[in-house]
């Protein structure tokens, strides 16, 4: 029997952009380690959730948003297949932002930006697209399970896959 396809996709943006909102949303059984703070929880360590489209298990890892927790950050991201930059699209790009988006280009990780927080679907505005130059920008809420499904469907899609014995040392 052939080996079921795994990837492990990691998503990445600042403090509240929404990233373990997103995989609730996409895994209601994920698991989070957060703590309290002001107005809501936070990540302090990861978030974990997988799912199962087109054949392809994704195993979705998110990441503290907070700047402090960038070692977790690091060992969160070692041996990722792909990445999701998740923006919030209610505020301006920040400086954190831009530091993981060129992180992530530096890294020569597949990687699409996707802008959060959109109930109101919409053409991403030209002023957040502009931010990061060629990488494909989709818009979602994290609270519309459909949306978050086809938009992880359609990045998982341009992956590659791998074969026993491909490195995965970044
Ligand atoms: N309206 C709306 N609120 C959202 C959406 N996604 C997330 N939120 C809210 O935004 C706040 C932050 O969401 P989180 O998922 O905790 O954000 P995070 O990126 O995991 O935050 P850190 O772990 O602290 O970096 C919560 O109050 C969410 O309910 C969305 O698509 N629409
Ligand atoms: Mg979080």
Redesign the pocket.
Known sequence: MPEAIKQKIVIF?A???????LIKTIDPESTHIEANCAG????VALDFGRVELDGRHLHLY?T???ERFEFAREIIAKGMDGAVL?VDAGSPVDEFTRHLYSSLTAAKVPFVVIL??C?AEGPVPAGIAAEFGTTPVWIV???DRKQCLDALRRFAGTLPVRTNGSSRSR
């Open positions: 943006g403090f509240g952009a929404g990233k373990t909102t809501g929880t936070t990540t998110g503290p948003g907070q998740l959060n927080k109930e809420s994290a609270l």
